[in-house]
Nanobody, 129 residues
Framework: QLQLVESGGGLVQPGGSLRLSCAAS????????IGWFRQAPGKEREAVSC????????KYADAVRGRFTISRDNAKNTVYLQMNSLQSADSAIYYC??????????????????????WGQGTPVTVSS
């Protein structure tokens, strides 16, 4: 059974850092990509970052580029999102999701929500003083 489990969220002061983790299990795709999305109260879910299987392709939303870094450890089937210089606008529930459609390790990741077949339960991030 495909399962994604996020961890690492919490309360942090503005300017602080958090590292989110997404552990995947039960997947059938050999070359899966992982995306991070977030949803704040009253707002639509938005893409934050994604990474392809090999790690050669990484994408970031304009709002987080230069502050967030995505990485993955395929030996552990885990993807990380290092979030630095956090702002109140970053407060949201953060979800990771898996795209099992790629046919090879260099296939690029995408921000299209519809490409992601399974989602984690989410981890809350609150940035507040």
């Amino acid at each position: 059974q495909l399962q994604l489990v996020e961890s690492g969220g919490g309360l942090v002061q503005p300017g602080g850092s958090l590292r989110l983790s997404c552990a995947a299990s039960g997947f059938t795709s050999k070359w899966f990509a992982i995306g991070w999305f977030r949803q704040a109260p009253g707002k639509e879910r938005e893409a934050v970052s994604c990474i392809n299987f090999s790690g050669s392709d990484k994408k970031y939303a304009d709002a987080v580029r230069g502050r967030f870094t995505i990485s993955r450890d395929n030996a552990k089937n885990t993807v990380y999102l290092q979030m630095n210089s956090l702002q109140s606008a970053d407060s949201a529930i953060y979800y990771c999701a898996i795209d099992e459609s790629p046919g090879w390790d260099q296939a690029m990741c995408v921000f299209h929500v519809g490409m992601y077949s399974a989602w984690g339960q989410g981890t809350p991030v609150t940035v507040s003083s």
